[in-house]
């Protein structure tokens, strides 16, 4: 392979080397150590082309080594230390108590999901209509068609903002939601550690 490679290079060389002198008609001065100054009737520019400085030998780039068939199928299906490319079954998928819908477990359900947020978003539009996009300081009461307001005393409604939705309240969306927490906030600084191995 070096032989060949040396025989390339030294057949560019002289095509770059007789290119030159046909282009110029003799060597150029910075090129020789003795320069002569010969008078020669001017020829016109011969037309060249790339072929003619480089010839037929070109050195491409082509890989040293055959690929193993273990760098072969890594590439084409993965492999199980990085990433996988094959699709493996899921064996963590549940079905959703309240819909019925598949979803994978730890995760969210997809259809209750959806549902919750365009609820979501209807009860957001309402507001905006109502109050405005003013910044809302003080709690903001949700009421469904046919819902009273709650018995508590006059002083939990001051300053309270109410929004009536023109419809009944969905079933799965609960009146707890609407209740805060009754768990204090914690102080605690101390990190408790996860993901032990």
């Not at 805060?180 to 408790?192: E, F, H, M």
């Amino acid at each position: 392979m070096i032989p060949r490679i040396t025989y390339i290079c030294s057949q560019l060389v002289k095509n770059i080397e007789r290119n030159l002198f046909h282009m110029f008609g003799h060597p150029p001065k910075e090129l020789a150590l003795a320069y002569v100054h010969e008078h020669k009737p001017v020829s016109s520019p011969q037309k060249f082309s790339l072929k003619d400085i480089i010839g037929d030998g070109m050195l491409w780039a082509v890989p040293k080594f055959r690929r193993t068939n273990e760098r072969k199928l890594k590439r084409k299906f993965g492999s199980p230390e990085y990433v996988l490319k094959i699709l493996l079954p899921k064996n963590n998928i549940k079905v959703c108590q309240d819909c019925g819908h598949h979803h994978e477990k730890g995760r969210l359900c997809e259809h209750c999901y959806t549902k919750v947020k365009k609820e979501t978003q209807e009860i957001q539009d309402k507001i905006q209509e109502k109050l405005g996009l003013n910044p809302i300081e003080n709690d903001v009461v949700v009421l469904y068609e046919g819902e009273k307001l709650p018995d508590e005393p006059k002083e939990f409604w001051n300053g309270k903002r109410i929004v009536e939705m023109k419809k009944e309240r969905p079933q799965w969306f609960s009146k707890n939601l609407l209740q805060k927490t009754t768990q204090q906030p914690s102080d605690s600084t101390d990190v408790k550690p996860t993901d032990l191995a």
